[in-house]
């Protein structure tokens, strides 16, 4: 099998690269080797390439940032995965992408299934739900995997964030009013992988058996509050933390250019029943994450 991982120094990337080794043939790549803004660029590379499967972990993912670049973000997050589709479909190749709960408004006030409804309400939001249509549309073999909440320690992410904070302030204030599904971009990687692992002897077989939209997050949820605590509890250099105190915040006390939904679990059962790979909670994920 030979597999194109495209945005493999992001955080899903970055782990993807070292999960897949064992699956086969790996070119991994990006930007400026591939430019998913580009779509000469995206079918230029699939091309020359040639892969069996197609994973996207690419995505223009700086959700304010977003808000005033809404032409770029909609060209990476939306057109490209499209190209990237027609291309594989062109090759009978799967193709398995990644997507957010970022697709949802955050009203429902239970978790959200693949039935529901997206109506993002951010510029990001947008843009991945066009991601998830242009590739639908095209009628390939397609995996479309919508996760939550992703960190890892190598990029800015909340985690890193609220450790950097703890060292700079005194006290810190964290809102309890938006939840979702804490995920590991590690523990993604890993079920990625074993997906993949699952369906090797005929990787396009398996994908267009499966083809189709999955929720898939850490085991459980929680609010950014919970999260904080536990991140600086689990904090390997605690003795350089100056806060002593984490108060519980609201949304609106914290405004940023783009709106949040505020309640965004996803359900995973859909995921459970078909692949059968266990989901680790985030609470354990976090204390692997930060056991450096
Ligand atoms: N992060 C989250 O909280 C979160 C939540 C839900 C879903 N997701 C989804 O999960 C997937 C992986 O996200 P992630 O957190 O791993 O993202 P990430 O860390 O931001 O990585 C994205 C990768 O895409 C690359 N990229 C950006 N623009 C590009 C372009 N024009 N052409 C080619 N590559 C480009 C980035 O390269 P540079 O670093 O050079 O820009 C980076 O390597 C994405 O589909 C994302 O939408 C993420």
Request: aromatic letters at 8%.
């Amino acid at each position: 099998m030979k597999i194109l991982l495209l945005g493999s120094t992001g955080q899903v990337g970055w782990e993807l690269n070292r999960t897949f080794l064992t699956l086969g043939e790996l070119v991994a790549l990006d930007y400026p080797q591939i430019d998913m803004a580009d779509p000469d660029s995206i079918r230029l590379v699939v091309q020359e390439v040639k892969p069996n499967l197609i994973v996207n972990a690419t995505a223009y993912t700086n959700v304010d940032k977003a808000e005033i670049e809404p032409e770029l973000a909609m060209a990476i997050n939306g057109t490209g995965p499209g190209i990237l589709a027609q291309e594989a479909k062109k090759l009978g190749a799967g193709l398995l992408h990644y997507s957010t709960d970022y697709v949802f408004d955050g009203t429902k006030g239970s978790s959200y299934t693949e039935e529901d409804q997206p109506n993002p309400i951010n510029v990001y939001g947008e843009t991945k739900l066009a991601g998830e249509e242009a590739v639908q549309i095209v009628g390939g073999t397609y995996l479309i995997f919508r996760t939550s909440w992703v960190y890892s320690l190598r990029r800015p992410c909340f985690v890193t964030k609220v450790l950097e904070w703890a060292r700079k302030n005194d006290a810190l204030s964290i809102v309890d009013d938006q939840i979702s599904n804490p995920t590991w971009a590690r523990m993604l990687a890993e079920v990625t992988s074993q997906i993949i692992a699952q369906g090797q002897a005929q990787p396009e077989d398996y994908i267009k058996e499966k083809t189709g939209l999955y929720h898939l997050t850490s085991g459980n949820s929680c609010n950014r509050y919970e999260w904080a605590k536990e991140i600086l509890a689990l904090d390997p250099m605690a003795s350089e933390q100056l806060a002593h105190e984490i108060q519980p915040a609201k949304t609106i006390d914290f405004p940023t250019p783009a709106v949040r939904p505020l309640y965004s679990v996803l359900n995973c059962r859909k995921y459970q029943e078909c692949f059968n790979i266990p989901l680790i909670g985030w609470e354990k994920s976090l204390s692997l994450a930060l056991d450096v």
